[in-house]
């Protein structure tokens, strides 16, 4: 990894069109603003890969799945019955 | 018409025209760019996006805004160029469920909507920059088998 020394106000380019600027810095934390395409898309990484994990875990093999949902349609017929 | 094996529906024929072009995959499956949404039961409620290149790889999803009513975000600009968005009525907006067993503990990701622009079959998981919304929102937390606190 490239490691590189920037001051508050100091920029950073990367190719021909994303700037990544130093924009302020308080104690342990760090303001990043990013000037980039927008076909370049940008997330806390740590989001992405949470969304990366529950896309994973949604598209594991449901063990009968139909059974679940006709299951779950019967229980909230009864709770139905139940509020009466 | 083409015959597609799928995870649980068998074999089924889809016309090229239900295909759902996601151009950049999705997040985790970065290589699968064509889906179709098939119907799970015939209430409407809960669809299956399956791929159309891996068979293995499908999601149950279902209309967010069904089951939590006050959920709302931007669509922001980027987004809205990529799937060539011209009008919110052309627009499809599902959450990804991750089932679980009972499935009154299935939870839904409201981080990351798909979405689709029925105009032109473009589509894309956005992620939402919102921290009122994660990936794991009980899909029935209103209903009979809310936690006990």
Known sequence: ?84 | MMKLQTKYHGEVEIEDAAIWHFEGGIPGFPDEKSFVLLPLLDDGIYMVLQSTASPYVAFVVTSPFLFFRDYEFNIDDATLEQLSIEKEEDVRVYAILTVRDPFSETTANLQAPLIMNEKNHKAKQLILNDRHYHTRHPLFADGPDKEKG
């Open chain 1, 1 to 84: 990894m490239l490691i590189l020394s920037r001051k508050k106000g100091e920029s950073i380019q990367i190719g021909d069109d994303i700037e990544i600027t130093i924009a302020a810095i308080h104690g342990d934390q760090v303001k990043i603003g990013i000037n980039a395409p927008k076909h370049v898309e940008i997330h806390r990484k740590e989001v992405y890969l949470d969304i990366q994990e529950e896309n994973a875990n949604a598209a594991k093999n449901i063990e009968g799945l139909l059974h679940l949902l006709a299951q779950s349609k019967k229980d909230s017929g009864s709770e139905k019955k139940n509020d009466g």
